[in-house]
């Protein structure tokens, strides 16, 4: 199994030995075998999610289990939070308060009208992935987060780019760059590219 990991992803986080070893599928052997295992997944989960109303997903266990139907036929640890550090995202022993603390301030920011609804799912997305909860696929998590907290405040699920950014190219740099400079606390590059 060293050709699947060995292959360079710089869209994926690297995994440590014990999560390289939760791979579900035993057929695996490349990265692009692991991309479509993923890929699949991640769709019957975003047409779960997009399907039904959801009364909250602003909570520990909606956030869980959303990954958990993203990533639950590929991975063991789908859904559950990381138990180690990574080159991205806060120690992973803080991860269940800064979900709450994301969550409540969410929450506030809808109360009080405090953004508009674009920047609030936006600014929840951009903080999600700053927590980087899981092992891997926190990105797409975020994005379809975001997409239901939109839809949740009457809004339109976002285009991020109208583009895969599962892949290396020009539209995920781009995502990466808005990112960081959401980063420095400039959200107009993030609202833009979300519409784009």
Not at 24 to 39: C, D, K, M, T, V
Request: a negative charge.
């Amino acid at each position: 199994m060293s050709d699947l990991f060995d292959e360079p992803d710089d869209a994926a986080t690297p995994l440590s030995p014990e999560e390289k070893r939760d791979l579900i599928p035993s057929y695996i052997a490349f990265r692009s075998e692991l991309n479509l295992a993923e890929q699949t997944n991640i769709a019957e989960g975003q047409a779960w999610a997009l399907a039904r109303r959801h009364p909250d997903i602003l909570n520990e266990t909606f956030i869980k289990n959303l990954h958990r139907r993203m990533l639950g036929d590929v991975w063991r640890w789908a859904g559950q939070f990381r138990l180690s550090e990574r080159n991205i995202g806060i120690d992973y022993w803080e991860i269940p308060g800064a979900l709450r603390v994301l969550c409540d301030d969410t929450r506030t920011w809808i109360e009080h009208s405090s953004y508009t609804p674009d920047e609030i799912a936006l600014r929840f997305h951009h903080r999600l992935v700053q927590i980087h909860p899981f092992p891997n696929g926190n990105g797409r998590h975020a994005r379809l987060m975001a997409d239901l907290l939109i839809v949740q405040l009457g809004g339109r699920p976002f285009t991020w780019g109208s583009q895969s950014l599962a892949e290396p190219s020009q539209v995920r740099k781009l995502y990466v760059e808005a990112l960081r400079r959401a980063d420095r606390h400039d959200m107009e590059a993030l609202l833009a590219f979300a519409r784009s």
